[in-house]
């Protein structure tokens, strides 16, 4: 701006401030008053900031304030007027503005104020000027915080400002001129701090306790003192070059004369023997020109290869939103001077500052007190100072703060977070790329700091970094983030810097969790999967519409959907055809069809099908091209971020019309119908290194690395080596070499084959050869029959597995591994005969039945599975898609019971309700089949009943007498004897219980099935196949396995219930077949009244739990059930025993309590009854509660036995049975509850006691 330009005022005001004469500064008696004036001046500029430039124009600040500075800095509310002028003059450009102006005019005034900000860091590098600055900020610091006024906290937060602003001016290198090991402006305001003592407060602050509020701002400073240098640089700064890096500079310098002198001789053969003046020209034989004549060519020629038509030709220029982003960083090399004092300085820093001040920065974080985006200077620091720690002296108590899983966590959260904003605030890109690019660097040093503490000679480190690495490889985002970053990279949004550094962190974090593989063997991961949970929804809520979610919930559904939606933006996936946003044949008008449409998309998007709500999306911008769905044009970024604008949204849905049907609401009791709610379960599973490698064998990841290979020559020797580790990975490791059969990587390699300093690159010419030899012997031994052809045009197009497998190994051959993979064993032409005539017959005769399973039932061959049979009829072409093989779920029940149905149900209740099993008998002669607690409430509700207990089943004895109570217990011990096997663990009581009351429960139903023949489990099974409980069987099954898996880590012995949840196991549970087969495998049904559902028995282990699983899923035989052992002698001895004891009362031997007390043994009999219960509900409960309850027990049947040795007399088989127990007590082999073993000694001792009388 021209000074004659400026305000007359405003120049006035300026020449009221007083004269500078020599250096000596003359101020005027209003020059206060003055400095108050300009600074209401800097308060009323305008959008153009025209008072801030014509103050820069007049260089203000070096010809006035400056010098008022140094000479009345003693003048103390002239000194802070001035200090607040200053802060105000010196804030960046980029504050001013807002943001780099679009406009040109706009842009020359930003451009303007940068150039004045220049000059003022010029007038800065003053020692003297800083001197003055420390010395009232060290008084300022010596103040107490009781004397500490507001006004000495105002001042300090602005020296401290003044500092920030004046080291954020940026460098301006072409006004500069400066090389590496010069002073450029930064370093001498940098050393004008240093010799100021400036740089010892800012480590004050940052290392007291009592100054943690200005923990920002000195954290700011450090940032952009060292903001031009590298840590590396630093920690060897005064280092004499070791003899690796002399080697590698020799050896890049050579590269560079072998490529000098290579193209000085291209150049010399390019130019010919003949002088340049007679060029001459020349025709090309065969070469038509516009008109039939041969092409003449009017340039000098060496080979027919020159010819080129595109030298006149004006290159396409692309557009600026497609151009590479360009790297704003720039480092350079300082002097020495000050390299060695920025070393020493951030030494001190790490020993006395760094984990107290961080981890004030992090609380602040966390707790929002800072200002936006603050955490990019936490970000920085973390990633320069671990890094300097890490080269120059490694101690990991220094950067112990940041060292944690805490901070992965936090770095990637940044991370993700950062992504997303880049995505949605388009205009400013640039920003949030940047913020992402230093938290990548940030999470690439933490790994380099965790791996550098695995190496470490203390053995506590190592196992520090062994946790740590144990979290990260355990959690899922930590191993996906690498996947995402590479396969979300744009060269428009994302400089090529960022892609160097994703390369080597991605190259870190893999060789890391390699090397953790092979050293734990096998590990265990986190796996998120995908869950649809259903709601009930009242009646009044659908008329109402379905309830907005909450925000969070949104957030989680988002990151679930948004990957596979990338997938199918990007191409990758099959859209759904049959969508249809609008219908001519409906009266309904068009706007609301639109509003429809969005609706549609908005469910589409919350139900968890991505690919529906894209393909209605763009179905819907072509009926509506108005732009409400996106216009024609509509980048994937755009549309990705308009599919998250419509999931988000809450948009009005019209209230649904009442159906004329059932106009009526529905009942208090019934249920309404269910709606899907996506959500996301976290599991475990074994993690497999190469199943992880081939994640990697995708074009996605792969580009990227071949659009840096392109720059083999700029980029570094370690990015070089990460970038052909990861592409040996993928042809070597993974065997997918024919991913890299590319035109764009063979062009690449090319170049490298002809490059003069290709021996610098050994590692990648050498990996270029063996993709060559590879790909040529693949044309060499491919036939013109196998499309040997096609493979050179492959070559043009990235391929995916399936490509490169086909290319490889013949086309059409990937498909026939799948069928094989899937079909099983081979198939005979008899059994494919066979096949489809069973599917033409079972499909013209129809019915309800599976087809499929209507085949396996008839088949020749039984091991055919479901998968086998559908994968051959596919294969045949007897059947088009596998979905029309998919078996037909159940209609499900309407929850309203209608009038007929409670007409049949009280006739029913009135016929069967003096049964043993009243409600067992009503749903057996039902019309529509309901579950056992449908029926039961349903007759509460009607008040056919009155209590629940009047519906509960009567238990019998077998023969239909009651047995007294001596006979009841030898029944009792006969059966926990027969079910018992040798060598078992000693079950519990809970456990003896349940065994005995199902035995009791159970007596009918044996008495039945010992009359017929008994059932094996394979009939069994199959009859449960024929009406249709084949999706319960495997819901038995995988409980089983469930159960198996928590056996092998718990080893308690606990019966688990298996409880139904839905209406079609409560039917499958009340089935006489579905129950047959539960007691025939095993489990235990429900002991008493109290009890409701079947239990898995805590004797059978999980090796015995498996092999039960397997059988009811047909994996195999019945045969491989454990069998049950025989019996040892004392079993044997007690069996015999109890026998003797029935016989004797069949004959008519009636015992002294029975004539004497008839009463006792039913009053002992509902005692021993109620103590069952109770232990049954109590199992939970504590060991101490348990044992006194079990002791209680115990008393009462010793009391009961003591009574019963009394009346009888001694025996044979009591004195066998004596001996067989003392010749059997030592042995380990049988495991024999205790419980019985003392009911038997009592019974034998008592017998001899009466001998003996």
């Not at 070096?62 to 804030?91: A, G």
């Not at 497999?688 to 990697?696: A, E, G, V």
């Not at 990996?767 to 790909?775: E, M, S, T």
């Not at 009038?899 to 309700?913: A, C, G």
Request: net charge negative; glycine share 4%.
């Amino acid at each position: 701006m021209d000074l004659y330009m400026m305000n007359c005022e405003l120049l006035a005001t300026c020449s009221a401030l007083g004269y500078l004469e020599g250096d000596t500064y003359h101020k005027e008696p209003d020059c206060h008053e003055t400095v108050k004036d300009l600074i209401r001046y800097l308060r009323r500029e305008d959008e153009t900031r025209d008072i801030r430039q014509q103050l820069g124009a007049s260089q203000i600040i070096q010809t006035d304030l400056i010098p008022i500075i140094k000479q009345y800095h003693d003048d103390k509310p002239l000194f802070e007027t001035i200090i607040r002028l200053l802060v105000n003059l010196t804030q960046p450009a980029i504050v001013c503005f807002g943001k780099v102006p679009k406009d040109k005019m706009f842009r020359h005034y930003f451009l303007d104020v940068v150039s004045y900000l220049q000059g003022y860091k010029v007038a800065f590098a003053d020692e003297e000027v800083w001197t003055v600055l420390s010395r009232k900020l060290y008084e300022l610091l010596q103040l107490d915080w009781e004397s500490r006024q507001e006004e000495d906290s105002l001042l300090i937060e602005r020296i401290l400002l003044l500092v920030r602003n004046i080291l954020h001016v940026p460098a301006d290198p072409e006004e500069e001129k400066r090389t590496d090991d010069d002073a450029s402006v930064h370093d001498q305001v940098l050393w004008a701090i240093h010799q100021s003592g400036f740089d010892d407060l800012l480590k004050f602050i940052a290392s007291s306790d009592s100054e943690q509020q200005w923990c920002m701002h000195v954290l700011e400073i450090v940032s952009l003192m060292c903001r031009e240098q590298t840590s590396e640089q630093l920690a060897r700064a005064g280092q004499g070059r070791s003899a690796g890096e002399k080697a590698q500079d020799e050896l890049e310098l050579q590269a560079v004369r072998q490529r000098e002198l290579a193209d000085r001789q291209a150049k010399i053969r390019a130019l010919g023997t003949r002088h340049s003046r007679f060029g001459g020209t020349f025709v090309v034989q065969g070469m038509k020109s516009i008109s039939d004549k041969d092409l003449i060519y009017h340039q000098p020629l060496k080979e027919i290869s020159q010819v080129s038509f595109d030298r006149e030709k004006n290159p396409k220029r692309k557009p600026k939103n497609r151009q590479p982003m360009k790297d704003g960083d720039t480092t350079r090399r300082s002097t020495l001077s000050i390299r060695l004092f920025l070393k020493q300085f951030c030494e001190d820093f790490l020993e006395n500052c760094y984990n107290g001040l961080m981890r004030t920065v992090k609380d602040n974080l966390v707790r929002m007190k800072t200002q936006d985006h603050d955490e990019t200077y936490y970000l920085w620091a973390m990633r320069f100072f671990m890094e300097f720690n890490r080269v120059h002296n490694f101690r990991v108590d220094m950067v112990s703060e940041t060292v944690s899983v805490r901070t992965f966590h936090f770095i990637e959260t940044n991370l993700t977070n950062f992504y997303e904003m880049m995505l949605t605030d388009k205009d400013d890109i640039t920003s949030w790329s940047r913020r992402m690019h230093l938290a990548l660097k940030a999470y690439n040093e933490l790994l380099m700091t965790v791996n550098a503490m695995d190496t470490s000679k203390d053995p506590a480190v190592r196992d520090s970094a062994n946790v740590i690495k144990s979290n990260i490889f355990y959690v899922m985002e930590y191993r996906e983030i690498f996947l995402t970053l590479l396969r979300k990279f744009d060269e428009t949004k994302q400089p090529k810097t960022y892609l160097k550094d994703l390369v080597e962190t991605t190259h870190v974090f893999i060789k890391m969790l390699e090397r953790f593989c092979k050293t734990k063997g096998h590990i265990v991961v986190q796996k998120k999967r995908k869950k649809t949970k259903r709601r009930k929804r009242t009646a009044e809520q659908g008329a109402a519409g379905p309830p907005e979610p909450s925000e969070e919930n949104l957030n989680t559904l988002w990151d679930g959907l948004s990957g596979d939606l990338s997938t199918f933006i990007q191409g990758e996936g099959e859209l759904p055809q049959d969508v249809a946003p609008f219908d001519a044949t409906l009266d309904t008008p068009l706007e609301e069809q639109r509003v429809q449409a969005m609706i549609s998309i908005q469910d589409s998007l919350r139900g968890g099908d991505p690919g529906r709500a894209l393909a209605t999306l763009r179905a819907a911008r072509e009926v509506w091209p108005d732009g409400a769905f996106g216009s024609a044009d509509i980048s994937q970024e755009d549309e990705f971020m308009a599919l998250r604008e419509i999931c988000f949204t809450a948009l009005p849905r019209p209230a649904p019309e009442p159906s004329e049907e059932n106009p009526e609401p529905e009942d208090e009791g019934g249920e309404a119908e269910e709606e899907e709610i996506p959500q996301f379960n976290m599991t475990e599973q074994d993690f497999n290194f190469q199943d992880y490698i081939r994640r990697f064998a995708n074009p996605q990841m792969l580009k990227p690395y071949v659009r840096l290979m392109a720059d083999y020559r700029t980029n570094s020797a370690h990015i070089n080596h990460c970038i052909a580790k990861m592409l040996h990975r993928v042809a070597w490791d993974c065997k997918m070499e024919g991913l890299l059969f590319q035109i764009s990587l063979f062009r690449i390699f090319q170049r490298l084959m002809e490059d003069p300093a290709g021996s610098s690159y050994s590692e990648l010419t050498k990996f270029a050869k063996y993709v060559l030899g590879r790909f040529f012997g693949l044309v060499t031994r491919s036939a013109p029959s196998d499309g040997n052809g096609n493979i050179f045009p492959e070559l043009l197009f990235w391929k995916g597995a399936k490509e490169a497998y086909e290319m490889t190994e013949g086309y059409g051959s990937y498909q026939d591994v799948r069928k094989k993979k899937r079909g099983g064993a081979e198939w005979s032409p008899d059994e494919q005969e066979e096949l489809v005539q069973w599917y033409n017959r079972f499909k013209e005769e129809g019915g309800e039945v599976d087809i499929v399973d209507r085949i396996r039932q008839n088949f020749s061959d039984p091991n055919k599975n479901r998968q086998q049979i559908i994968a051959q009829l596919v294969f045949q072409g007897v059947v088009q898609d596998r979905s029309e093989l998919k078996r037909k779920k159940r209609p499900r029940q309407s929850a309203v019971w209608r009038e007929e149905e409670e007409l049949e149900l009280q006739e029913l209740f009135d016929k069967h309700k003096h049964s043993d099993d009243p409600v067992g008998d009503i749903i057996s002669e039902m019309t529509e089949k309901r579950s056992k607690k449908k029926v039961v409430e349903k007759l509460l509700a009607l008040g056919l009943v009155s209590d629940r207990k009047d519906l509960y089943k009567k238990r019998r004895r077998k023969g239909g007498k009651k047995k007294d109570k001596e006979e009841d217990f030898m029944l009792d011990d006969e059966a926990d004897m027969a079910g018992l096997e040798e060598g078992e663990p000693v079950p519990s009581d809970a456990e003896m219980d349940v065994q005995d009351s199902s035995d009791s429960d159970s007596d009918d139903e044996q008495s039945d099935e010992s009359d017929g023949e008994e059932e094996t489990v394979p009939t069994l099974l199959k009859r449960l196949q024929d009406e249709g409980l084949g999706d319960q069987l495997q819901w038995i099954a995988s409980g089983l396995e469930r159960t198996a898996d928590d056996r092998e880590t718990d080893e308690s012995g606990e019966s688990v219930p298996i409880v139904p949840l839905t209406e079609d196991s409560e039917t499958a549970m009340e089935h006489r077949t579905f129950q047959k087969l539960l007691k025939t495998v095993g489990l235990a049904p429900p002991a008493n009244e109290q009890e409701s559902f079947w239990r898995i028995p805590g004797t059978l282990s999980a090796a015995e739990l498996r092999k039960t699983a397997d059988v009811i899923t047909g994996k195999e035989a019945a045969d491989d059930l454990p069998a049950k052992k025989q019996s040892s002698s004392r079993y044997k001895a007690l069996k015999e025993l109890a026998k003797k004891q029935g016989k004797e009362r069949k004959r008519g031997k009636p015992g002294r309590q029975e004539e004497e007390e008839p009463s006792t043994a039913s009053k002992s009999g509902k005692k021993r009854a109620r103590q069952l219960d109770s232990s049954d509900e109590d199992d939970d409960e504590s060991i101490t509660s348990g044992s006194s309850k079990r002791s209680r027990k115990d008393s009462s049947n010793n009391d009961m036995e003591e009574s019963m040795a009394a009346e009888d007399k001694p025996s044979e088989e009591a004195k066998v049975t004596k001996k067989a127990l003392e010749s059997d007590s030592d042995s380990d082999e049988d495991n024999v509850p205790l419980r019985q073993i003392a009911h038997a000694r009592r019974r034998i001792e008592s017998s001899d006691s009466e001998e003996d009388k």
